[in-house]
Each structure stands twice: as structure tokens, then as C-alpha cells.
T-cell receptor, first 111, second 112 residues
């Protein structure tokens, strides 16, 4: 069966510090992968998606970037965090291009 | 811009009652529809998918789709306190990128 992992689970970072969040999927190959952010009291905001290694599409221009160095690995990064980057970061994958399955998420607080 | 609208709630129902959650969408060509459940502090969990008009039942859950009226609903029969969560509606159009549009969710509270 397929499993999606995210780490870290929680993170507290000062403004201006870098960020690296990792997502990996087990038990499948060449999945479509997605990064979402859910701010407090708000809906899911799609940040990036990837249909293959090295293929990244950005939905929202901001100070975040994403990379997919391996088939089942998706990384979200920032060089300098802003207060507004606080939120619940979710990685998701889809086996069919339709239904999505979410990882456990990373709760980021920027102080 | 594609929109998926949900009443934010909270929707409060007594234990054992039927909870009815509704979602409307703006893009008439949408083809795939999903309901996710999100417990507080947790990630969303897929509970239902529906692709054609009519009803789809899975245990205590029934998804209903009406493409002509552009709405999709989720019925939860015999509601339990453990059903208390936020329910997210998601819609995908056949545009090729398979990017879902999520509603902001409806908070459901099932009280004993």
C-alpha cells in the first residue's frame, strides 16, 4: 500500500530564516505531487504541483520554491521566511490524477 | 475564476440524526467531485468521490451530485460525535492539469 510522509511535523522559525520541508511517497511510482498551505481559518491554497522529476508548476508567486529531485520526493523551500508564511503545509499525491491523498502535514510558525 | 462554495457553519446536529452538507461550484464543465473530512489539527482525509449524476452510498455516507444545478451534497446518516469535523468539498474540471478547487469547508458538530 501507498504511504505519504512529511517532516518535520512542527516547526518554529524566526522571520528571515530558511525553510526546507520534505515529502516522500512510498509504494508507487511517478505520482503527481502537490504542496498546499492552509492558513488559520482559511481554505487550502495550492502552492506547487509536479507531474514528474524536475517538473514543477507554481500556482502562487511568492517567496517559496519547490523541487522534485527524485521520483517520490517533493521539497518545499524558502530562503527567507515571512510572518505570512505561517500555516499548515500539506503534501498530497494522486494515483489517478483525480482523488488526492494527503500527508500528515507540517505546522509552521514564523516568529 | 473557478469557485467552490460551502456554508462555513457550524452545522450542529444531534447524535443519530442525518447531517446534510452542501457545496456549489461555478464551472459547469467540472467532472469529478470529492468530499474530504478534516479533524481539527489533522490533514484532510478522502471519504467520498462521485463522478456522475445521482447518489453514491458508502456506509453511512451518501454523496449526491446534480450537474444541472451545479451542486454536490454529502449526507451522513446516524451521525456520531466522532463525525464532528470540517468537511471539504473539492471539484476537478477536465482541463488536463487535474488541479482540484477546494471549498473552505463546513464545520459539523454532532452533539450527544
Amino acid at each position: 500500500s501507498q504511504t505519504i510522509h512529511q517532516w518535520p511535523a512542527t516547526l518554529v522559525q524566526p522571520v528571515g530564516s530558511p525553510l526546507s520541508l520534505e515529502c516522500t511517497v512510498e509504494g508507487t511510482s511517478n505520482p503527481n505531487l502537490y504542496w498546499y498551505r492552509q492558513a488559520a481559518g482559511r481554505g487550502l491554497q495550492l502552492l506547487f504541483y509536479s507531474v514528474g522529476i524536475g517538473q514543477i508548476s507554481s500556482e502562487v508567486p511568492q517567496n517559496l520554491s519547490a523541487s522534485r529531485p527524485q521520483d517520490r520526493q517533493f521539497i518545499l523551500s524558502s530562503k527567507k521566511l515571512l510572518l505570512s508564511d505561517s500555516g499548515f503545509y500539506l503534501c498530497a499525491w494522486t494515483p489517478t490524477g483525480r482523488e488526492q491523498y494527503f500527508g500528515p502535514g507540517t505546522r509552521l510558525t514564523v516568529t | 475564476q473557478k469557485e467552490v462554495e460551502q456554508n462555513s457553519g457550524p452545522l450542529s446536529v444531534p447524535e443519530g440524526a442525518i447531517a446534510s452538507l452542501n457545496c456549489t461550484y461555478s464551472d459547469r464543465v467540472s467532472q469529478s467531485f470529492f468530499w474530504y473530512r478534516q479533524y481539527s489539527g489533522k490533514s484532510p482525509e478522502l471519504i467520498m468521490s462521485i463522478y456522475s449524476n445521482g447518489d453514491k452510498e458508502d456506509g453511512r455516507f451518501t454523496a449526491q451530485l446534480n450537474k444541472a444545478s451545479q451542486y454536490v451534497s454529502l449526507l451522513i446518516r446516524d451521525s456520531q460525535p466522532s463525525d464532528s469535523a470540517t468537511y471539504l468539498c473539492a471539484v476537478i474540471d477536465p482541463g488536463g492539469s487535474y488541479i482540484p478547487t477546494f471549498g473552505r469547508g463546513t464545520s459539523l458538530i454532532v452533539h450527544p
